[in-house]
């Protein structure tokens, strides 16, 4: 091969040689976090010591698909140089050999030009986008392209990866091979975790690697050893084993462990099987399934176990076998149409709180199963569907499980023009439950059918808005099983609706700073013509709404459609608002009404609902925003006659800027009923060490009804959360569980608690974000 540019890239200096070892790969361009650029330290997260810095540009790295090009002339230089005509370069002092995109530097080199070998003695190093090489020696062929390396370090500046090899060969365009590797994230001469692999071949082309002998170390100590695995090192998905989960529950589960292998079975679909060993229950297997479609995806999940013993022994007569499935789909079919589908089925009532590993303190009572399709345009609007439930809980009456809709179809239509809106809300309903062991209004099934049409004519200026509106509330039963007649019970009555509203605003100052304040009064009158006695109607899906703000501006008391209260009634409110005038956001918002009744209200539901009053508690809201890491939320009925707080409920929510320390707390009351505190939050006690907590104390009942307690430790490349909770069961008994999660940066974790710590404290899905990521 000619040797281009010989002459040119000869050169002297007074430099001499690096003396001593040369620092490895990650040592050269490691930076304490004071030496890191001001914008990088604010990126870095508070529990890392420094990061790494490319101390040099370079080319393609030599591992790229464009890394070598053997086309290219061969390029080298060096302090000093004896060259032998068409059979060797030596060169030493600085030494550096380019071809292409592929460039290392050394102390020493020999190019034997007959052979197109190239032998380099270090300290050397390679330098490319995003990588670094390190070595003692290196042989690399013109010809092939084919480069290795002796006693390698190299790095990864993108997922901060280092790592080292007895040997590391690029043998051809996308194939490397690494001959007794060791692999980890923790910055230089902390080794608390490294992957270590005898063998391991990287496929470029293919995009996933094998290893062989692989053995999981922490703080040089051998705790987990895999054979022979598969893994990508790109972004396409690649069959193989998942990182081991593990975890402990005192719930009768005891010690698992659980080893998942993913299975990339087309692009458009994939699996995951998860076997796992549950001390005390046996061989427990979930499933799980995701087909992508042109139209949406749909997931599948399965649970099985054979024969669980801790079930079988708490419960005499049953074999053991349990298990469940759970199917979600979405589709957009185009021009307005798309469809959805939930199901979910267990064995048992017990299988979620035996089986789930959750950190979730309240517990589901029903699994609901609903399917069907929608249709949306600027003017109307469809939902046709089928809903059931399986219910899960041993102290639900059967007059209280909730009916199946089969099918349940509602329309809504709207149309407008100057001054004038005509809307139509419309439902068909046919329900169903098996009342076998029941009698009275409880027995009946039916179909039910109701139409609202409304006749508006809304105004709306800068100053404020005024919609007065008359409508007719028609509803039409088919009953079966029905006691009381023949099951046909039509019923249609007229509301009449006026809703004002006024808006002023004013700027002023407030502790140096320029706010935006606006007062909104509001009026709204009600009138319904409803008889009085519906008590004969079935209630298959209503309740009486809970009272708060918002309904004070609803003509109706119930939710559903078997009631519809009769009214003649007039809400008085206020809302103010506070903007701050240069980010615009809003600061607070405090708002307070009244309704004033005319009328006794004399439609019940089944006794509840009624009333004689002239006038309601005063409902009120509070939201603060002070800060942008601070909300302060409140609200309440008081009532002025007997001067007693009838419900409330306040919540406090705080987060540092960069989510490290977390903060909620809550009080819900409700006269005769309950009062509850709901106290959680995140407090680090060092940069690296965090406490995770979160109380539920019921004070009607004088105790703990929900906890959770733990323990986080970061650092710059692994961490771990170990956390213990409390939950009361049906049976009003408190069940313990540990769960805990080993996270290693870049390659994951085992166990499951962050995931299940995001649903009990507000704020740490965020947190859990923001741990290894840019703020």
């Known amino acids: 091969m ?78 000093n140089a004896r060259y032998e005509i068409d059979r060797t370069l030596h060169l030493e002092g600085d030494v550096r050999i ?36 390190t070595g003692e ?27 080292s090899a007895a040997r590391l060969s690029r043998i051809g365009e996308n194939d490397v091979r690494i001959e007794e590797g060791v692999l980890t994230t923790c910055g230089p001469h902390r080794n608390d975790w490294a992957l270590v692999a005898s063998d391991i071949r990287l496929d470029r082309a293919e995009g996933f690697g094998t290893a062989r002998h692989v053995r999981l170390e922490v703080l040089d100590t051998p705790v987990f050893y895999w054979p ?26 005891g010690l698992f462990l659980a080893l998942p292998y993913y299975f990339n079975l087309a692009p458009h679909y994939d699996a995951t099987l998860t076997p796992q060993y549950i001390h005390g229950r046996g061989l427990f297997t979930e499933a799980e399934g995701r087909y992508l479609s042109r139209f949406g995806q749909t997931d599948l999940q399965l649970g099985y176990i054979a024969d669980d013993s801790a079930y079988a022994n708490d419960n005499p007569g049953e074999d053991g076998e349990r298990w469940a499935l759970a199917a979600t789909t979405r589709a957009e079919f185009g021009r307005g149409w798309s469809g959805y589908g939930d199901f979910a089925v267990v064995s048992d009532n017990d299988y979620l709180g035996d089986l789930n590993r959750t950190l979730a303190i309240d517990r589901a009572t029903h699994l609901e199963r609903r399917g069907g399709v929608r249709y949306r345009d600027g003017y109307q609007s469809l939902d046709a569907y089928l809903s059931d439930y399986q219910t899960l809980s041993d102290y639900l009456v059967d007059a209280d499980t909730p009916y199946a809709q089969l099918p349940d179809i509602r329309y809504n239509a709207s149309l407008g023009g100057t001054g004038w809106q005509l809307n139509l809300d419309s439902q068909y309903t046919y329900f169903q439950r098996d009342n076998d062991q029941l009698s009275g209004l409880d027995a009946a099934n039916g179909q039910r059918l109701r139409a609202v049409p409304e006749l508006a004519l809304p105004v709306r200026t800068l100053w404020g808005f005024s919609r007065p509106s008359v409508s007719l509330d028609y509803t039409r039963y088919e009953l079966e099983d029905y006691s009381l007649g023949d099951g046909s ?52 899906d209503t309740a009486l709404r809970s009272f708060r703000f918002d309904q004070l501006f609803e003509p109706d008391r119930f939710s559903g459609g078997d009631r519809v209260g009769d009214a003649n009634q007039l809400t008085v409110a206020i809302t103010s608002r506070f903007h701050d ?41 509070l939201v603060l925003n002070p800060l942008d890491a601070l909300e302060i939320r409140s609200s309440g009925l008081w009532d002025p006659d007997t001067g007693d707080t009838e419900e409330g409920r306040s919540q406090l ?87 805990f999660q080993i996270q290693l940066k870049g390659l994951g974790g085992t166990g499951g608690a962050s995931a299940k710590l995001s649903e009990a404290i507000d704020g740490f899905d965020e947190r859990e974000r923001r741990r290894f990521g840019t703020p």
Request: net charge negative.
């Open 2 to 79: 000619a040797l281009a540019g010989l002459a040119g890239g000869l050169f002297l200096g007074a430099a001499g040689a690096r003396a001593g070892q040369a620092p490895s790969a990650a040592e050269l361009d490691w930076r304490p976090r004071a030496e890191l650029p001001e914008s990088v330290q604010q990126r870095l997260p508070v529990f890392c010591d420094g990061g790494y810095l490319p101390s040099g540009a370079g080319l393609d790295s030599p591992l790229a698909d464009d890394g070598v090009d053997p086309g290219q002339p061969l390029q080298a230089s060096g302090l």
């Open 98 to 133: 380019r071809q292409g995109a592929f460039e290392v530097t050394g102390e020493e080199a020999r190019y034997d030009q007959a052979a197109g070998q190239v032998s380099v003695l270090g300290p050397l190093v390679s330098r490319g986008q995003g990588f670094l090489l």
């Open 137 to 163: 020696s290196a042989e690399y062929n013109v010809d092939s392209g084919r480069f290795d390396i002796n006693t390698a370090t190299f790095l990864l500046h993108g997922p901060e990866m280092r790592g």
């Open 228 to 253: 022979w695995v598969s893994f990508p090192i790109d972004d396409r998905r690649k069959s193989g084993f998942l990182y081991p989960q593990f975890g402990s529950s005192s719930a009768g589960s």
């Open 489 to 540: 019970i039509e019923r249609a009555v007229p509301v009449l609706e006026w809703d004002n509203g006024l808006y002023f605003d004013r700027q002023g100052q407030l502790f140096g700073e320029s706010y935006h304040q606006t007062l909104e009064p509001r009026l709204y009158y009600a009138w319904a013509d409803a008889d009085a006695d519906q008590n004969d109607i079935p209630a298959f």
């Open 581 to 621: 005038l240069a980010s615009g956001a809003e600061r607070a918002r405090i708002s307070l009404g009244q309704v004033h009744y005319f009328d006794d209200r004399e439609v019940t539901l089944f006794g509840a609902g009624g009333g004689t009053r002239s006038r309601s508690p005063l409902a009120g809201e």
């Open 653 to 739: 929510m705080f987060h540092s800027r960069d989510y490290r320390y977390l903060a909620s707390l809550g009080h819900t009351y409700s006269q005769d009923e309950l009062e509850q505190t709901d106290v959680a939050g995140v407090l680090p006690l060092t940069d690296r060490l965090s406490l995770i907590g979160r109380w539920v104390y019921a004070e009607d009942l004088g105790r703990t009804v929900g906890s959770l307690a733990g323990l986080e430790y970061n650092n710059c490349c692994w961490s771990v959360q170990l956390v213990h909770q409390n939950y009361l069961t049906d049976d009003q008994t408190l069940e313990t569980r540990v769960l």
